[in-house]
Structures are given as structure tokens and as C-alpha cells.
């Protein structure tokens, strides 16, 4: 099982950025998945965590900036990040709690994604 995520990037304050993470592999099914972020000389945080039922809960540094949102058919994550601000800076890892065997279900993991706010 793996999970690839993609779009993060240099942009300017205020400005707007998605990202994206998508599992791939023997998966029977996929339960909360959710977007963490690391910036330096800091702990990794939760950002945003979504249900396979959609419902979405959000740090608040970035509720009413963020949207998360998932297309279970795809078994992909969206992370909408609207407003930045140069605090935003970190490396975004996106996660799930996946099934992928009768009895194999654990917590996987991305490779990380940097998203830099700065002028």
C-alpha cells in the first residue's frame, strides 16, 4: 500500500494552493484519512482528517481556510488551502487508516509535500 501526495509549492501570501494524496495497492477498504503538517524545529500536527462518510474535523489554525474532501471512488484526498499565511510553511503528509488484508489495518503514511508561504 502506498500513499503518493502531490501539489504542494512556493506561493505567496494570501494565496491558494490544493493538494492532493492518493493510496494505491491491495486495499479492501479505507477508513479516516486526514492531512498532517511538520514545519521546522516544530511537531507534526493535524491539519484536517476526513471519515469515509465525509465528515471532516479541522485544527483550528486553519478552519475556514482549508477544505478537506475525499473521492472514495479514487481513494484520493484533497486538501484546498485558501489564505495562507507564511505560519503555513511546513511539509504536509497525508495518511489513512487502511485495510488491506483480513486481518492487516494500520495507519500508512506519505512521503510529505512542501508547501512554502513567502513573499
Known amino acids: 500500500v502506498q500513499l503518493q501526495a502531490s501539489g504542494g509549492g512556493l506561493v505567496q501570501p494570501g494565496g491558494s494552493l490544493r493538494l492532493s494524496c492518493a493510496a494505491s495497492?491491495?486495499?479492501?477498504?479505507?477508513?479516516?484519512m486526514g492531512w498532517y503538517r511538520q514545519a521546522p524545529g516544530k511537531q507534526r500536527e493535524l491539519v484536517a482528517s476526513?471519515?469515509?462518510?465525509?465528515?471532516?474535523n479541522y485544527a483550528d489554525s486553519v478552519r475556514g481556510r482549508f477544505t478537506i474532501s475525499r473521492d472514495n471512488a479514487k481513494r484520493t484526498i484533497y486538501l484546498q488551502m485558501s489564505s495562507l499565511k507564511p505560519e503555513d510553511t511546513a511539509v504536509y503528509y497525508c495518511?489513512?487508516?487502511?485495510?488491506?488484508?483480513?486481518?492487516?489495518?494500520?495507519?500508512?503514511w506519505g512521503q510529505g509535500t512542501l508547501v512554502t508561504v513567502s513573499s
Open positions: 495518511t489513512a487508516d487502511i485495510k488491506s488484508g483480513v486481518f492487516q489495518r494500520r495507519q500508512h
Open positions: 495497492g491491495p486495499i479492501i477498504s479505507i477508513n479516516d
Open positions: 476526513i471519515t469515509s462518510g465525509g465528515s471532516a
